[in-house]
């Protein structure tokens, strides 16, 4: 647009005790270059990558998860339904391994094994103790190289706190149990679960005493986060073309609405402490478990959309937790229901229970693809991988992973298919491909063995 001025991307709204990060918009950017070279035939970019990894417990329901063709002429079995708008931006990886998750003489602990080792393919030491060892998970290792040209290097995100000490699964430390993410091999990087505390990490202040009094002045007047940087928002809007400032009001939009919901699941998770105190969920917490995943996927998306972080973590609950989900029909717990024995009736509360955790990450990735990037969405430039380290909950495999991933990744990556690959082909192979396109390559991470070939033959195993 003629009226639209360029603008620094570290442009930010102030008010007081805030500082409200900005989406990309076309005035951010240079008129002519790239914000990174173009890898592998990739379109090339002016917005960087994002990566994302979120994970599953207990494994999953498998013959409700795996087409039964290969290739782009595939169906969606139930519970992939949920992924069906976004079927064009899917892969879905079958035959994928994680070989430190198996007991390689350990004896049991597969639960502690397979959330420890699913990003790190490093095989954890069986303790209680505090000598907790495992390795670096393929996430850290991408926010050592893109971490510092963000204001967060990483986001670690979860449902379920977790102790991080103590014995959890059979002599190994509950820190494996509740972390997927290692920044080295004793630092598992511990996951917020407060949306209120993540959205106040996005949007701080310089000043801890200006951010109190922000706070203070809000929670009094029920004031928006946006009601302090209104007047910096409209000198900005001045320098926007028509594009720019629709897509400004949608972000401040969404951000209101985000921050609504906080407020009102606060409200909700008090009252709920004052009737139950014994087993209300602590402050801040959304007593709803599904608006618990939701609130925390929308924030996950403004981190990306904003370019706060590029890179992050979800848990959606510890490994071997034993959630019940009554609002699904399922009033039994997760953990119990997983070793089913074969049995019919619990196979299908266990699919019901892999349906709604997919339907929470299907909503995420609608939010990603809602947002514009240039010609294409914000999705187009993430990938991010869904998936489990355990195959089927009752057999406690580790190999034919659940894994999907979603995201063009810039365009490098060929979408809208199911690829098999051969047996024991490591899940680590397919992190090393990612951080090549997040230019953080490394040689090896874990047990890989190579690159995971990129997927140019889909209709037979490769």
Same mark, same amino acid.
């Given at each position: 647009?003629?009226?639209?001025?360029?603008?620094?991307?570290?442009?930010?709204?102030?008010?007081?005790?805030?500082?409200?990060?900005?989406?990309?918009?076309?005035?951010?950017?240079?008129?002519?270059?790239?914000?990174?070279?173009?890898?592998?035939?990739?379109?090339?970019?002016?917005?960087?990558?994002?990566?994302?990894? *979120? =994970?599953?417990? $207990?494994?999953?329901?498998?013959?409700?998860? #795996? %087409?039964?063709?290969?290739?782009? +002429?595939?169906? &969606?079995?139930?519970?992939?339904?949920?992924?069906?708008?976004?079927?064009?931006?899917?892969?879905?990886?079958?035959?994928?391994?994680?070989?430190?998750?198996?007991?390689?003489?350990?004896?049991?602990?597969?639960?502690?094994?397979?959330?420890?080792?699913?990003?790190?393919?490093?095989?954890?030491?069986?303790?209680?103790?505090?000598?907790?060892?495992?390795?670096?998970?393929?996430?850290?290792?991408?926010?050592?190289?893109?971490?510092?040209?963000?204001?967060?290097?990483?986001?670690?995100?979860?449902?379920?706190?977790?102790?991080?000490?103590?014995?959890?699964?059979?002599?190994?430390?509950? *820190? =494996?149990?509740? $972390?997927?993410?290692?920044?080295?091999?004793? #630092? %598992?990087?511990?996951?917020?679960? +407060?949306?209120? &505390?993540?959205?106040?990490?996005?949007?701080?202040?310089?000043?801890?005493?200006?951010?109190?009094?922000?706070?203070?002045?809000?929670?009094?007047?029920?004031?928006?986060?946006?009601?302090?940087?209104?007047?910096?928002?409209?000198?900005?809007?001045?320098?926007?073309?028509?594009?720019?400032?629709?897509?400004?009001?949608?972000?401040?939009?969404?951000?209101?609405?985000?921050?609504?919901?906080?407020?009102?699941?606060?409200?909700?998770?008090?009252?709920?402490?004052?009737?139950?105190?014994?087993?209300?969920?602590?402050?801040?917490?959304?007593?709803?478990?599904?608006?618990?995943?939701?609130?925390? =996927?929308?924030?996950?998306?403004?981190?990306?959309?904003?370019?706060?972080?590029?890179?992050?973590?979800?848990?959606?609950?510890?490994?071997?937790?034993?959630?019940?989900?009554?609002?699904?029909?399922?009033?039994?717990?997760?953990?119990?229901?997983?070793?089913?024995?074969?049995?019919?009736?619990?196979?299908?509360?266990?699919?019901?229970?892999?349906?709604?955790?997919?339907?929470?990450?299907?909503?995420?990735?609608?939010?990603?693809?809602?947002?514009?990037?240039?010609?294409?969405?914000?999705?187009?430039?993430?990938?991010?991988?869904?998936?489990?380290?355990?195959?089927?909950?009752?057999?406690?495999?580790?190999?034919?992973?659940?894994?999907?991933?979603?995201?063009?990744?810039?365009?490098?990556?060929?979408?809208?298919?199911?690829?098999?690959?051969?047996?024991?082909?490591?899940?680590?192979?397919?992190?090393?491909?990612?951080?090549?396109?997040?230019?953080?390559?490394?040689?090896?991470?874990?047990?890989?063995?190579?690159?995971?070939?990129?997927?140019?033959?889909?209709?037979?195993?490769?």
């Amino acid at each position: 647009m003629s009226d639209a001025k360029q603008i620094s991307r570290r442009t930010v709204l102030r008010g007081l005790g805030t500082a409200l990060a900005l989406p990309f918009l076309d005035a951010m950017l240079p008129a002519r270059g790239v914000a990174r070279g173009a890898f592998a035939g990739e379109v090339a970019t002016r917005y960087p990558l994002r990566v994302a990894f *979120a =994970y599953v417990p $207990n494994g999953i329901h498998m013959e409700d998860w #795996t %087409p039964e063709r290969l290739g782009a +002429d595939f169906e &969606l079995p139930p519970t992939l339904a949920p992924l069906e708008p976004y079927r064009k931006e899917l892969l879905v990886l079958s035959g994928l391994t994680q070989d430190k998750a198996r007991p390689n003489g350990d004896g049991p602990g597969d639960h502690a094994r397979a959330a420890s080792a699913f990003l790190t393919g490093v095989q954890p030491l069986k303790t209680a103790g505090a000598n907790i060892r495992s390795g670096v998970s393929v996430d850290q290792v991408a926010a050592a190289r893109v971490g510092p040209l963000t204001r967060l290097p990483s986001l670690e995100l979860g449902c379920d706190r977790g102790p991080q000490a103590g014995n959890c699964d059979s002599g190994y430390s509950c *820190a =494996y149990s509740a $972390n997927i993410s290692w920044k080295g091999p004793s #630092t %598992p990087m511990a996951k917020e679960i +407060d949306p209120r &505390l993540v959205f106040e990490r996005l949007f701080p202040s310089a000043s801890p005493t200006e951010a109190a009094e922000s706070r203070g002045v809000r929670d009094r007047h029920r004031k928006s986060i946006l009601d302090f940087v209104l007047e910096d928002a409209r000198r900005l809007e001045g320098k926007l073309g028509a594009a720019d400032r629709r897509k400004l009001g949608e972000y401040l939009a969404a951000v209101r609405e985000v921050e609504g919901r906080i407020e009102r699941s606060e409200a909700d998770s008090r009252e709920g402490q004052a009737r139950l105190p014994a087993i209300a969920p602590p402050e801040g917490i959304p007593r709803d478990y599904g608006e618990h995943q939701r609130l925390l =996927y929308d924030i996950l998306a403004f981190a990306f959309q904003a370019d706060l972080s590029r890179v992050a973590t979800f848990m959606v609950a510890n490994e071997g937790s034993n959630k019940s989900y009554a609002p699904v029909g399922v009033p039994e717990g997760h953990h119990d229901l997983s070793h089913h024995g074969g049995n019919k009736e619990k196979q299908a509360k266990i699919a019901k229970i892999n349906r709604f955790h997919m339907e929470g990450f299907a909503y995420f990735i609608a939010k990603l693809k809602g947002v514009r990037e240039g010609d294409g969405t914000l999705l187009d430039h993430c990938m991010i991988v869904y998936g489990s380290g355990i195959g089927d909950g009752n057999r406690h495999n580790h190999d034919e992973l659940p894994v999907v991933l979603l995201g063009r990744g810039g365009g490098s990556i060929e979408t809208g298919r199911h690829v098999r690959y051969k047996r024991n082909t490591p899940l680590n192979n397919l992190y090393l491909c990612l951080l090549d396109r997040m230019d953080a390559s490394v040689d090896a991470l874990g047990d890989s063995t190579g690159r995971l070939p990129w997927l140019a033959e889909e209709t037979r195993a490769l």
